[in-house]
């Protein structure tokens, strides 16, 4: 005895797996913690693991230095393998000053 069943409207995907940043989709690194969309643009949440220190900028000081910084997105982790792709990717650093009041 065989069975045959008919399905309309079915989909079927394979999950993509974890990812720093998810194509066409934004990642924040704060200093409280790091948080970027899901593969939709849908809605925010906390990455699933972070390697590094949270950003925190430094004052100038009395010598006035500048600060800079570099934004880099890499296929593999560091160290792990090549980089051999290059990713259009967009940066903005906004700055909120935090003052230690005595």
Do not use: C
């Not at 394979?14 to 720093?20: E, F, L, M, N, Y």
């Amino acid at each position: 005895m065989s069975i045959v069943r008919s399905y309309d409207n079915f989909i079927v995907w394979v999950p993509s797996v974890d990812a720093a940043i998810f194509a066409s989709q934004s990642l924040e690194v704060a200093h409280d913690g790091v948080t970027r969309e899901d593969s939709t643009g849908a809605f925010s949440t906390p990455v699933s693991r972070y390697e590094g220190d949270y950003l925190t900028v430094p004052h100038s000081g009395p010598e006035g230095r500048i600060v800079r910084f570099a934004v880099k997105a890499s296929r593999n982790a560091p160290g792990a393998g090549p980089d051999t792709a290059i990713d259009d990717i967009s940066a903005q650093l906004y700055l909120t000053p935090r003052y230690l009041v005595v």
